[in-house]
Structure formats: C-alpha cells, structure tokens
C-alpha cells in the first residue's frame, strides 16, 4: 500500500532563517506532487505542483521554493524566512491525471 | 475566476441526525468534485468524490449530490456520529490533463452534539 511521510511534524524558526521540509511517498512509482499551505481556520493554497523529478510548477508568487531530487521525494525550501509563512503545510499525491489526492499528517511552521 | 465556497461555516447536528454541508463552485468546466474531512492537527482524509457525469454517489453512511445547473455540491452525512465532528472541505479540479490540482472551499465546522 503507498504511504506519504512528511517531517518534522512541528517547526518553530526565527524571521529570516531558511526552511526545509520533506515529504518521501512510498509503495507507488512516478506520482505527482503537490505541496499546500492552510493558514488557520482557512482553506488549502496550492503552492507548488510536480509530474516527474525536476519538474516543478509554481501556483503563486512567494518567499518558497520546492524541489524533486528523486521520483518519490519532494522538498519545500526557503532562504529566510517571513512572518507571513506561518502556516500548516500539506504534502500530497496523486496518480497522473484529475483524481484524488492522498494528504501525508502535515508540518506546522510558527515563525517568530 | 474560479472559485469554491461553502454556504455555512459552522454546522451544529445532535447524534443521530442526519447532517447536509453545501457547497457551491463557479467553474462550470469543472469535471471532477471531492469531500475531505479534516481533524484537528492532521491532513485531510477522502470522504468521497463525484464526476460530472454523475449527479448522486453514495458511500458508507455519505451521499454526494451534484447539482451542475446551478452549480453546487452537497455531502450528506446519515446518523451523524460524535466522530464525524471534524472540518470538511469540498474540492474541484481544474483539469489539465496530468496533474490533479484540486481548488478547494474554506472549509465547514460539523459540531456534532450528545
């Protein structure tokens, strides 16, 4: 059974400091990617998108990047960091094409 | 621009009674609808989902009904358990042939009462 597994669970950073988080996808092969941003009490923002490995997609303006090194790993970056980047971030996947999106548990960002 | 909103952000339902969550969207070239639940501190969890070929779907205790005249989506939840309680969110595609970049609602509150 395909899994998705994203780290760390909690985040707290200083303005200014740089960010990383991962997200792995186990037990399926060339999934698509998503990384969504849910500030509280509201919607999911599609940030970043990806069909295959280097292949980003960037859905809004921002202080973040994404990568995709390998086919079941996506990373979600930032050099420093903003106040307004706070927020409950989502990995997913799908399989190619409309479908259903599987969410992996969330990483909670504060920036102070 | 397209979009996807929920009527009413905050449902209250007693246990044991049925719940309805609407939802409305703008993009009549949508194809492709979702329900999530959200608990508190996790992801979002597949409630059920529907293609616009459809107007009805039904699952374990859930039934999705598509209305594509006026353009509205409901979940209907049947003996509404204390489990239940939890965000719920509805969700289109936009479709563009590889991924699946889901647009989704703000998000109603089900508050399910003893």
């Known amino acids: 059974s395909q899994t998705i597994h994203q780290w760390p669970a909690t985040l707290v950073q200083p303005v200014g400091s740089p960010l990383s988080l991962e997200c792995t996808v186990e037990?399926?092969?060339?999934?698509?990617l998503y990384w969504y941003r849910q500030a509280a009490g509201r919607g999911l923002q599609l940030l970043f998108y990806s069909v295959g490995i280097g292949q980003i997609s960037s859905e809004v303006p921002q202080n973040l990047s994404a990568s995709r090194p390998q086919d079941r790993q996506f990373i979600l970056s930032s050099k420093k960091l903003l106040l307004s980047d706070s927020g409950f971030y989502l990995c997913?996947?799908?399989?190619?094409?409309?479908?259903?999106?599987?969410f992996g548990e969330g990483s909670r960002l504060t920036v102070l | 621009g397209e979009s996807v909103g929920l009527h009413l952000p905050t449902l209250s339902v007693q246990e044991g009674d049925n719940s309805i969550i609407n939802c409305a969207y703008s993009n009549s070239a949508s194809d492709y609808f979702i329900w999530y639940k959200q608990e508190s501190g996790k992801g979002p969890q597949f409630i059920i989902d529907i293609r616009s070929n459809m107007d009805k779907r039904q699952g374990q205790r859930v039934t999705v009904l598509l209305n594509k005249t006026v353009k509205h989506l409901s979940l209907q939840i049947a003996a509404t358990q204390p489990g239940d309680s939890a965000v719920y969110f509805c969700a289109e595609t936009r479709h563009t042939g590889t991924a699946s970049k889901l647009t989704f609602g703000t998000g109603t509150r089900l508050q399910v009462t003893l």
């Open positions: 037990g399926t092969s060339n999934p698509n």
């Open positions: 997913a996947w799908s399989l190619e094409g409309p479908g259903e999106l599987f």
